[in-house]
C-alpha cells in the first residue's frame, strides 16, 4: 500500500511527439532500501509488473556501483520474438539518490551497443519514506527505429505498474 497520494505521470496515454514517460509513487521504504533493490540485478524482474524481465544472466551479478557497468538480463517478449537477452548500460549512478540505464545488446562483433531508450529512478526521502520517480525517455531513439520497435511499447500505467511491483519488493523484502 502506497503512503502518499495516487501516482503521478506526466502523460496519459502515449501521443505524437510524446519521447517520455515520468511516473512517481511514495513508498514505504527509505532511499537505501529502494536504491539496494535497484542496484540488484537479480531482482530487477521485481520491479516490473508481468513477465517481461525474466532474470539476471549471471548467478550471481555483482551489484550496481559505478556508471559504465553492464549489466545482462533475460528478457522474454512476444513481440520481440520470445526470449531474449538485454546488456543494459549504468548511465547515471548516485548512491542513494539516482540510478539509470540504458538497454543494449553486444553485436557480433562483441562492441555494445544501445537504441537510445533509458531507465532512470530517482530517490527522494520524504517523512520515513521514499518518492521515487521513474523515468523511461526514448528521445534519443531514431525515428526509424522507434516505428521498428513501436516506441513506445506500453502506455505510463505500466511505469505505475512496475512502481507498485517495486513498492511491494522493497516492503516485503
Same mark, same amino acid.
Given at each position: 500500500m502506497s503512503t502518499g497520494p495516487a501516482p503521478s505521470h506526466d502523460a496519459a496515454a502515449p501521443v505524437p511527439g510524446r519521447d517520455h514517460y515520468i511516473v512517481s509513487r511514495t513508498v514505504a521504504a527509505s532511499p537505501a532500501e529502494v536504491f539496494a533493490l535497484l542496484t540488484d540485478p537479480s531482482r530487477h524482474s521485481e520491479t516490473e509488473p508481468t513477465d517481461w524481465v525474466r532474470a539476471s544472466l549471471e548467478a550471481d551479478p555483482a551489484p550496481l556501483t559505478e556508471v559504465d557497468q553492464i549489466f545482462g538480463i533475460e528478457m522474454f517478449h512476444e513481440n520481440a520474438g520470445g526470449r531474449y537477452d538485454m546488456h543494459n548500460r549504468v548511465i547515471a549512478l548516485e548512491p542513494e539518490r539516482t540510478i539509470a540505464w540504458q538497454p543494449g545488446q553486444y553485436g557480433p562483433d562483441? =562492441? #555494445?551497443?544501445?537504441?537510445?531508450?533509458?531507465? %532512470?529512478?530517482d530517490l527522494a526521502p520524504i517523512g520515513e519514506g =521514499? %518518492?521515487?520517480?521513474? =523515468?523511461?525517455? #526514448?528521445r534519443a531513439v531514431p525515428q526509424e527505429l522507434r516505428?521498428? &520497435?513501436? *516506441? $513506445? $511499447? &506500453? $502506455? $505510463?500505467? &505500466?511505469?505505475?505498474?512496475? *512502481?507498485?511491483?517495486l513498492e511491494k519488493a522493497v516492503v516485503t523484502g
Open positions: 562483441g =562492441t #555494445w551497443g544501445g537504441g537510445g531508450w533509458t531507465w %532512470r529512478y =521514499t %518518492r521515487v520517480t521513474v =523515468t523511461y525517455d #526514448w516505428e521498428e &520497435f513501436g *516506441l $513506445p $511499447p &506500453f $502506455p $505510463p500505467s &505500466f511505469l505505475e505498474e512496475g *512502481l507498485a511491483a
